[in-house]
Each structure stands twice: as C-alpha cells, then as structure tokens.
C-alpha cells in the first residue's frame, strides 16, 4: 500500500479545526495527517494536541512557536516529513476543510492509480458541481492567474486551491529552497516545475464541491503584499 501524508497548516484555527471531517478522512483513507501550527495564539495547540491523542497513529503535531506565514510552513514541514519518512506522497489542504474530505480522497485516487507526478484541486464551475466561492476573490484571482500565465504560461486554471498532492520524487525538486513569496507560493511551485520541464507530469483535478467557510487570512490589506508578491514572480 502507497503510504501517503498531509500537511494542515494552522493559524489561529481553533474554531476551524472540524473533527468530524477528521475523522471521515481518516476512516476513507489511510493518510497521515500533520497539523502544522504556525505560531497560533489561540488554543490551537490544544486542539491539535487532543485530536493527536485521540488518534495518536495517524495525528501528529508539528509545532512552530513564531508565526511565519503559509508559504515558511509548507516549506519547513514539506521537507522535515520527507527527510524523516518514508511517504510516497505528501500533499497539504486548508484546516477549514474548504476542499471536504471526499475530494481529497479523490486526488488520493488519481494519482495512487495513475502515472502522475502530482495532482492539484481545482475549482471549476462545472454541471452538477458546487463551488461556493466569494465572487470577488474569484475575479482577482484570475486576472493574478492571467497575468502569470501571460508570462510564465503555465496553462492551469486554478493555481490558488489549497488541495495538492506531490510524489516523493517532486518534493525532493521542487521544495529545495525556500519560496520567495507568501501569498502565491503555490505559483512558484508551478513555476520551478515547468522550469524543471516536470509540468507535464500532474494533472488538475476539478472538484465536485469546494466552499469558502470564512475566516480566511486573505483581506483587502493584503491585496498591496500580493502586487508585490506578482512582481516578483513577473519580473
């Protein structure tokens, strides 16, 4: 059996933190799951800690005492749980649980049953799918997305969803330095990977229900880090 893990980076997530999709996760998969807490002042440790203890094989905490951000956390556990296990996938997905646990199964499923280096959600308003999406985050990012590809061509559609799944052989690639960026990190994994001529080798998987629960890091005020964040990636 394929051993695969996630990483569910947690920032002040107490109240997100849904044991009951845990524990649907858990009992359809055979995936591990570390909770990265990224410096969190809430009691985000005590949550983590008490579903650890509930579920002690399959629930592990990676605790972070000094808040980096999304990107510094993915990174810094990416490669802590690859050096340290043997995992044939390690992929990661948002503690609200926006991409619910039948659609990470999903990505599971496509790639344990196929050639594919990685798989990545993406959310696409298809017949008969549900994504439940603020609109105007929706039209930054594409144009974002627009502006990269126009550049960079990476032709994906949805780069920004927070459900990925890499094979060992990628992550030893693609994780070796730390991201220039915070906010569109995700970019640059798609960015190092074409460079890497490695592109090819994932597919976008559309997903059959995503939703926005709120609580969401990203406001306005951000909007000036990720202008920022696009130049670096454009120039």
Known sequence: MQKVAFIIPCYNEALRINEKEIISLLSTTSS????????????????????CSIYPDRCFLLNYDKNQGKAAVIYKSMNAI???????????FDADFST???????????ITTSEYK?????????????????W???????????????????????TQCGAKLFSSEIIK????????????????????LKKLDLLKTGKEIPLHFWADYGGSKLSWKSSFKILKELFTILK
Request: charged share 25%.
């Open 136 to 158: 105007y985050r929706h039209v930054i990012g594409r144009i974002i997305l627009t502006l990269i590809n126009y550049k960079h061509k990476l032709d994906i559609y949805d």
């Open 82 to 92: 690859s050096e340290k296990y043997l995992y044939d996938y390690i992929g990661y």
């Open 32 to 51: 591990m799951l570390y909770f990265a807490n990224d410096g969190s002042t809430d009691n985000t440790v005590e949550v983590i800690e008490k579903l």
């Open 100 to 110: 619910p646990p039948e659609e990470i199964k999903r990505l599971i499923d496509s």
């Open 118 to 134: 990685f798989v990545i959600g993406s959310r696409i308003l298809l017949l008969n799918s549900v994504i439940q999406r603020k």
């Open 173 to 192: 690639e693609i994780f070796k330095e730390p991201f220039q960026t915070s906010w569109l990190f995700d970019t640059e994994i798609f960015i190092r």
